[in-house]
Structures are given as C-alpha cells and as structure tokens.
C-alpha cells in the first residue's frame, strides 16, 4: 500500500505514528504529574496527607490551610514582597539601562562604540568570579541591602547583544527623519525607536524578570539578615533543604502538614511566571529572532 505524501515526503506509518504519539504521552505525563502532586498537596486536607506520606494526587477534598499559614504574615508573606520588589525594579532598571546601552552601541556615529562593544562581549565571555564580585559588592556598600539582589546582575551582555542587533535593524529613515524635524538622541530613543521595540523589550524583559525572580544565590552570598531574603531563599531553605517551618515564622499558631506548607510555597514560587508568560509568549519568535539572527 503507497503510503501519503506531505509536503513531498513521505507520511510516517500508523504504528510509527502511535508510538511517537506514545512516547511524548510519557514525556508530557513525566511533566505535568509531578506538577499536578505539588498542587493537590498543598489543598489536600491533613489526614489525607498523613495517610499518603506526604504527596497527594488526587484530594478528597480542598482545603487552604496551608495558603493561610503561608500569607498570615510570617517569613513566606515577607518574601514575596521582596521577590516582588526586586522583580519589578531590577526588571525596569536593567530594562532601562541596557536599552540605553544597546542603543548607543547601535549607532554608527557614537564614538566609544567599538571599545564598549568589546567590554560587553568581553564580559559575556569572561566571569569576574565569586570572590572578585563580593568584594565589590561589599566595597560599594552593598552587603545586607535589597540593591545587592539588583545591581550586579543589572545588565546582561547576551541581552544587550539582542537589543544592540533588533535596534541596528531598525530603518534609518525613520530616525534620519526625526532628526531632520529637531528630535535629539534621548526624544528619538524614546518617541520612535521604544514604540518600535515592543516585541523585543517583552521578550528581554521577560528574560530580566525570570532571573530576578528565580535567583536565590545572590541573596545567600550578599544577605545576612533573613528580613531580606526573597522567596526563593526561603523555598532552597525551607523546601529543599528540609528545614521545619515552625509558627513563629509563619506566624500563626494552627499549622498544617509540613508537606502541604512546602507544596504550598512551591506554588507560590512558580504561580507568578506562569501567569506572564502566556501574555508574553506572542513575542517569543519575533524579538528574538529578529534581535539575534538579522544582526
């Protein structure tokens, strides 16, 4: 029997066909499984948790006790105000100081392009290491402070490269344009080339926003104080490291099952990026592909 042509290649076989469909039904249950335990945990009630050992597929009914422990002001509440905190303005902060960065690296008539543009591929290339870093973090003041989460990871040479790239594509009749009708370097970065630049932006921004929220080894090197510690601090502590959650740094006195606190932080962490990435997702193809692949 002939077998169907596609776009002039031949069509794979029906059992070639169910087994690949099979093979990515494990890989996509390997995935969402564990995902849909860390959630039926976390509502599960507390005998159902007991009874199982700690993880839970399917609840015999929901329960938010463990969500209540974790937003009744205690050290979780506080960490995601400060997850929230340095996301947000590390994000538009490096956003900002990158696309100035990129623009002017994009400019044929700026006059420190060539050697900038080498420190930042340099220092794409090269790490400063651990101890160098913390010491310049340390004699800038930094150690103990919010901004130690922000300014050394402020700007990222591959992303300054995407938006060097997306920004020296752009037409130049354009700008030639609005510096004919009077607008300066600043007017014409914000009034034409931002507006033009949204796709790539998202996407970058994105990227800044997922590195500031995932991040947990900038505030175990920098922070002393536990006030400071962002959520995933507090996930590596509490979670991975297995350290027992008590009601002081919760601050509630009724305590579920250490299980269903730690699902419900897991949760917690990941809920925020789940929610942003599906609006950003549109942008995915165009920003990046038109920043790295046409520069």
């Not at 956003?95 to 700026?110: D, H, K, M, N, Q």
């Not at 490291?241 to 269903?260: K, V």
Request: glycine fraction near 8%.
């Amino acid at each position: 029997m002939s077998r169907r042509i596609v776009n002039g290649v031949p069509a794979p076989s029906w059992p070639m066909r169910v087994v690949k469909g099979l093979v990515l039904a494990v890989f996509c249950a390997a995935v969402v499984i564990p995902f849909v335990g860390v959630i039926a945990t976390s509502v599960a009630p507390d005998r159902q948790i007991d009874e199982a050992g700690g993880l839970v597929l399917i609840p015999h009914s929901i329960s938010l006790d463990a969500y209540r422990s974790l937003f009744a002001g205690g050290v979780v509440t506080r960490a995601l105000g400060i997850s929230v905190l340095v996301t947000v303005v590390g994000t538009l902060l490096s956003l900002t100081v990158s696309g100035l960065l990129a623009y002017a690296l994009s400019r044929p008539g700026f006059v420190a392009r060539r050697p900038l543009l080498l420190i930042v591929l340099f220092s794409m290339l090269f790490s400063p290491g651990m101890i160098p870093l913390y010491l310049v973090v340390k004699q800038a003041g930094l150690l103990n402070s919010i901004w130690a989460l922000i300014v050394p990871t402020m700007v990222n040479a591959f992303n300054v490269i995407v938006l060097r790239a997306f920004f020296a594509n752009l037409p130049g009749e354009i700008i030639e344009s609005a510096r004919i009708d009077g607008a300066g370097e600043l007017r014409t970065f914000t009034s034409i080339v931002l507006p033009l630049s949204k796709a790539v932006l998202s996407v970058i921004g994105l990227f800044y926003a997922v590195g500031y929220w995932n991040a947990f080894f900038s505030a175990l090197l920098y922070l002393d104080d536990s006030r400071l510690w962002p959520l995933q601090l507090v996930l590596r502590t509490y979670v991975i490291n297995d350290t027992q959650l008590g009601s002081g740094e919760l601050g509630t006195e009724r305590l579920p099952p250490q299980a269903a606190i730690q699902m419900a932080i897991l949760v917690v962490s990941i809920v925020p990026i789940l929610l942003v990435y599906p609006f950003l997702q549109r942008h995915f193809t165009k920003g990046v592909l038109t920043g790295a692949v046409k520069g």
